[in-house]
């Protein structure tokens, strides 16, 4: 991945994109990254991977509700040190 200023960025605008096709590139400014430049593809990918980060969370939550009962979520910090001490 290459790095470049956002001034560079500006002045060399078609060339990125151009180079974004092969390799994401990484913009900064003031010595921060603030954005990158990548390739359709790539986007689509991260898209894709998105999407499926959140419906894996969207069917755990789902299936932990129907597995575990409402009064163990509900259980406090005190609640599990108390039973922890119980059990020793």
Request: net charge positive; glycine share 2%; no cysteine.
């Amino acid at each position: 991945m290459i790095t470049v200023t956002s001034v560079e960025a500006q002045s060399r605008f078609g060339e990125l994109i151009d180079r974004s096709q092969r390799e994401p590139i990484e913009v900064t400014r003031r010595g921060r990254t603030v954005a990158y430049v990548v390739s359709e593809q790539d986007m689509q990918a991260l898209a894709n991977v998105k999407k499926r980060r959140e419906e894996a969370a969207r069917w755990y939550s789902q299936y932990r509700a129907r597995v575990m009962p409402s009064s163990v979520a509900d259980l406090t910090d005190a609640d599990v040190n108390r039973l922890v001490h119980e059990l020793r």
